[in-house]
């Protein structure tokens, strides 16, 4: 079987003998939630069906979901397995049934670097941080010890992280009365490439509507479907740790690097008078509209106004966007984008604690008419010297393909 470390530098454009690292404004309440009428969704689509079809009938019990805004929020950036957030985990499929979740993975993605590549990196960490805690070099959940330098609202006392149940209860968030059925050998902690859940919300097809979400630690990706076009392409979570690693065969990894490159040039570009302007009073040590916040957006943008920054500035911050954008198949992305640039002059980017993106509380916002992007740093849990990153990507119409919006 194929290792995942081995499928990823088979991903990343010559990955194997490098030893580089890899890597006008629009009404908003007026603005169609539908996120695109390019990509291939009938091929999504058949793949998605495709994996239906290999699994039992315990797996689509747990991979096959009602398409309700309980099953659609309950996901989570925790390694908290199934008691979080639902679907099949991937390490309890057999190599067929992986291989069919994978390929439906990539036919949905992007292609680019910010792409199902990023996708496959991210899930590298998570080998790498269950390789530290077997070998006892690391701390977090499963090591039997809790790290220091542990970021605020982290408990350093073994007790269980914010909100997370102290009692065995769902989390909150979690559908009850059977919605969402657990169980299966994801149904715990910990970390590790299999400890990675796909979840299809609703019947794969042209007609009606259905979410494709796949999830684990530090990643949840969430792409809906509506009428045979994506509506949404967010909510999407992503992070790491360590934020880059150097694998046995020499090649280095670090997949949200160019997501914090072109945060920081952003910031770089503004002026000091700019940066007052764009400083938040608050502190933040993680993202501010994470899981369970759905909708929760500041009323008053703050930081400074895009539209008054230079032409070369914009393009920076297009650029950022884009680095999440790039998510989701390129026809999509591309029509996103589109939007996003017609709203880019009544858009604002904002920071707080520190623009380097190198210690802990560092952190920076894109706040649009409907994008919104954060990018906040956190000390480390498994390797507690070293910061790692925490992101999200949402748009304030088109969250679930606007689905659940109030």
Known sequence: MLSLAAAVCLVVAGCGGSDDTTSGSTDTATASATASTGGDVQAVADAANAFIASLDDDQKALAVLEMTEENATAWSNLPCGQDCRGGVALGDLSEDQQALAEELLEVASGSGEAGYQQIEEVRAADDYLNELQETGQGGGPGSGAMPTGMPS??????????????????????????????????????????????????????????????????????????????????????????????????????????????????????????????????????????????????????????????????????????????????????DLMATYESELDDTYVSWSGGTELTEHANYVRIDGPSVWIEFVCQNGVVISDQIHYHTIYRDKVRDYGGEFSS
């Open 153 to 334: 609202g982290m408990p350093t006392d073994g007790a269980v992280p914010s909100g997370m149940p102290t009692d065995g209860a769902v989390p909150s968030g979690m559908p009850t009365g059977g919605a969402m059925p657990g169980g299966g050998g994801g149904g715990g902690g910990g970390y590790g490439s299999g400890l990675y859940d796909l979840a299809i919300l609703g019947t794969p097809g042209s007609d009606g509507t259905w979410i494709l979400h796949f999830g684990g630690h530090h990643l949840a990706v969430n792409f809906t479907y509506a009428d045979g076009e994506v509506s949404g392409a967010s909510p999407y979570f992503i992070g790491v740790e360590p934020t880059s690693w150097t694998a046995d065969d020499g090649t280095t990894y670090a997949p949200l690097q160019e997501m914090a490159d072109s945060v920081r040039a952003v910031t770089a570009s503004l002026s000091g008078e700019e940066l007052a302007q764009a400083e938040l009073t608050e502190t933040f040590s993680d993202v501010l509209v994470g899981p369970g916040e759905d909708g929760q957006f500041p009323e008053t943008q703050s930081g400074v106004k895009v539209g008054d920054l230079t032409d070369e500035q914009k393009q920076l911050v297009l650029t950022a966007i884009r680095s999440w954008v790039g998510i989701v198949d390129d026809a999509v992305a591309e």
